[in-house]
RNA sequence: CGGGGAGUGGCGCAGCCUGGUAGCGCAUCUGCUUUGGGAGCAGAGGGUCGCAAGUUCGAAUCUUGUCUCCCCGACCA
C-alpha cells in the first residue's frame, strides 16, 4: 500500500481524553475514531490488526476442533425471559423496542441463544460433543467506559459455547478451551496467566481467567514465579488426550488480581511471589445445566433416559486485544506491533521522494515486495525524512526499511528493527529475500 | 450512580472574572527555498464559541435549563 493513498489519519497531537498508552496510541496512529462514549468507528489500519487478531482467534478455535457460526446482535426478550435473565441483567442490558413494541435487545452475550439453536436441533447423545463457536458485535451498556478501546460498550468478542452428554465430558470441553487460550495468547505475542475466578453472572462452578501481562495493565495481578518458565506455545495442539494433567499444572501455582489477593493468607512466599500488571482478555466458565435445564435442552442418552445438556461459555475480548497488545507492547515513540498482529510487515521509506534515484530505487523495491507477498506499507509522500520515521515509528510495524541516495551510493538499504531499534544494512538485491517467507 | 472537570476552526489551547462582534500553535492550501529523525519564509482558506431560552443597545463572556465528553470511585470481555 502506499501511504500516499492510504487513509491514515495519524496525529502528531495527542488528543486530551486520552490517559493511557493504548488508548493515545489507537487514536494518534489513525486506528480508530471515537462515535460517542465507549463506540468506535475502526479505520484501515485498525481494523487490519482486529482482524488479524480474530484471524488467530479463529484459527485456534477450529484446531480445537470448534465450529464457527453467527448469531444476530439483536435478540429477543423472551429468550432472555425463559432463563431469568431479561430481569437479573440489570442496567448493562441495552433494551430496545421494535415498531410493534416487541422488547429486544443488543445482545451482551449469547447463552440464551445458542441453547434456542441447539434443543432444536440435539436431540441424541450421538450428536455429541459439540462446539460452536461466533466473533460477533456485543454491547453491554457499562456505566463508565474508559480506555479507549480496552472497555468500550460496543465491542467484538469471540464467545463459544461447549454442549456434552455428562459432567466428565463438559469438563474436557472446558479443558480444550483452557489450552486453546493459551495457544491464542502464546501466537498473539502476549504472556498470559490463567487465574480461578468467580463465575459472575453467567453461573457456574469452575471458571477461569486469562490475564496478560503488562506494564500498564488496569489491575495488579500476583502471581508465583514458577509461571515465568511456563512456556503456553510448547503446548502441542492435541486435543483428545486428556487435558487435565495441562490445566492442573497450569493452574497449580498460585495467581490472583489485587481484589482477592490477601498478602497475609497468601500461601506464596513472598521471594516466590511476582507483582505485575494486568488485562483481562479471556473468561472461560463450565455451568453445567444452569441454561440447558431452564430452557428444556436435552438429549436421550443411551439408555433412553432425557438429560439435560452440559454446557460451558467461552469469551475472548477481540476488540479489547487490540488495546491489551498495545499496553504490553510499546514506547515513548509509538506502538510495537508483534509480527503476527501487525498490519503491514515492513514500512518501506523513500527519504528523497525528490531524488529521482531514490524514488526509483523506493519504486522497484515496492514492486518487488508486491510480487513476493510481503505486506509493506511505502511511504511514498512528498515529506521531510524525520516526518517520516517518525510516523513509521509511531504506528509500529516491525519492520522499517530505508532507501535514499545516501545509502544507494553503495547499493545498500537500511532495515530498522522497531522492537529493538537495531539497524542493519542490507543490500538492495537482498532486502526482499529478507523478508520473503518462504 | 456518587464526586470532580471540560465543550471556542481538523488537533491542542488562550480569551470569560471586569460584556463591545474571536485569537495563538500545529494541521490544511499556494509559492519559493530546503531535505537521513516531525524544516524556513511569504501569503491564503476555514469558527452558528455544544444547544435552547433569558438579561442587555450589544453575549464566547452574565443567568437558567439542557445535551455531550473526560477524569476518580464501586462494576465489567
Partial sequence: MRLSKYFLPTLKETPSEAKIASHRLILRAGMVR???????????????????????????????????ILMPTIQSADLWRESGRYEDYGKEM?????????????????????????????????????????IQWKFRDEIRPRFGVMRGREFLMKDNYSFDLDEAAGRHSYNKMFLAYLRTFARLGLKTIPMAADAGPIGGDLSHEFIVLAPTGESEVFYHKGFEDFDA???????????????DRWTSLYAATDNKHDAAACPVKSSDLKTG???EVGHIFFFGTKYSEA?????QG?????????????????????GAIIEASHDDAGIIWPEAVAPFQVGLINVRSDNEASTKAADALYAEFLKA??????????????????NMDLIGLPFAVTIGPRGLETGIAEVKNRATGERTEIKLSGVVKHFAKP
Avoid: C
Wanted: no cysteine; hydrophobic share 35%; glycine share 10%.
Fill in 277 to 279: 500488571r494486568g488485562i
Fill in 373 to 390: 507477498g510481503v505486506e509493506v506499507l511505502y511511504d511514498d509522500r512528498d515529506e521531510r525524512p524525520g516526518a517520516k520515521f517518525s
Fill in 233 to 247: 506455545m510448547g503446548e502441542a495442539a492435541v486435543y483428545d488426550k486428556d487435558l487435565q494433567p495441562l490445566v
Fill in 94 to 134: 441495552l433494551r430496545i423496542q421494535d415498531r410493534h413494541k416487541r422488547d429486544m435487545l443488543y445482545g451482551p452475550t449469547n447463552e440464551e441463544q445458542i441453547t434456542d439453536i441447539v434443543r432444536h436441533a440435539i436431540k441424541s447423545y450421538k450428536d455429541l460433543p459439540k462446539n460452536l463457536f461466533q
Fill in 295 to 299: 430452557m428444556g435442552a436435552t438429549v
Fill in 34 to 68: 471515537q462515535a460517542s462514549a465507549g463506540i468506535y468507528s475502526w479505520l484501515p489500519l485498525g481494523l487490519k490488526v482486529l482482524q488479524k487478531i480474530e484471524a488467530i482467534v479463529r484459527d485456534e478455535q477450529i484446531a480445537s476442533g470448534a465450529q464457527e
Fill in 302 to 322: 443411551q439408555d433412553g433416559e432425557t438429560t439435560p445438556l452440559q454446557m460451558g461459555s467461552y469469551g475472548i475480548g477481540v476488540s479489547r486485544l487490540v
